[in-house]
């Protein structure tokens, strides 16, 4: 079984479209997080959520906003795309206090 | 990024010990990890120290740590073409991960 999913896994669009990607985990964790990896392989973290509250959120334009349904699942929605969106994105859990991380697969996206 | 530095890039030879260095800022980082990306991969976590350790062996991994100049050493003994990937060192503060920004490590025959 797969511990953290992420769909799509690829996801091709157009400038000024709203997109959505799916996270999932089915490790019982408490704590889910968003990263942006950029063309340098650069990682940051854009948001992060316990228990479907917000507890860290960086300096992230407010076009993005993750939503948190129940503590299994954070959505990552971004609304009028632009060509700096291009990035992979990462989907993580943890138990509390980031103790150890566990990230899914990636969702590459590309704006054209 | 920059709270977190790592050198870009490393080639070894296959059978080779490799050693790949980062230091860091936060002096409060409660752990300290080495995380691999192989391409088109997420990140795993290979190996994380407590800051109040000063080393750590798992099999081939030695993490080496020197809180004093903030420095995190990952050695990989015997080197095989399957350890070719990115190595992440980062640091945590409560919830939040700092990430360098990698080391591409290249096993050569």
């Known amino acids: 079984d797969t511990a953290v999913s992420q769909t799509p896994k690829y996801l091709v669009t157009q400038m000024g479209n709203d997109k959505s990607i799916k996270c999932e985990q089915n490790?019982?964790?408490?704590?889910m997080y968003w990263y942006k990896q950029d063309s340098k392989k650069f990682l940051k973290i854009m948001f992060s959520y316990n228990n479907k509250e917000l507890i860290i959120n960086e300096t992230v334009p407010n076009r993005f906003s993750p939503k948190s349904p129940d503590k299994a699942h954070l959505n990552l929605h971004i609304n009028s795309l632009e060509l700096g969106d291009s990035a992979v994105y990462f989907c993580?859990?943890?138990?509390?206090?980031?103790?150890?991380?566990?990230f899914g697969p990636g969702t590459r996206l590309t704006v054209t | 990024g920059e709270d977190v530095e790592q050198s870009l890039f490393l080639s070894v030879r296959e059978g080779d010990s490799s050693v790949i260095n980062c230091t860091y800022t936060?002096?409060?980082?409660?752990?300290l990890y080495w995380y691999k990306q192989e391409p088109g991969a997420g990140l795993q976590l290979l190996t994380y120290?407590?800051?109040?350790?000063d080393m750590k062996q798992d099999q081939r991994l030695t993490v080496l740590l020197n809180k004093k100049d903030k420095h995190l050493s990952l050695r990989i003994a015997d080197t095989q073409t399957g350890d070719s990937a990115i190595y992440f060192c980062?640091?945590?503060?409560?919830?939040?991960?700092?990430f360098g920004a990698g080391t591409t490590v290249t096993v050569r025959a």
């Open positions: 120290i407590f800051s109040n350790m």
């Open positions: 993580a859990s943890s138990r509390r206090g980031a103790y150890e991380q566990y």
């Open positions: 490790l019982g964790h408490d704590t």
């Open positions: 936060d002096s409060s980082s409660t752990y």
């Open positions: 980062a640091e945590s503060n409560d919830y939040k991960l700092s």
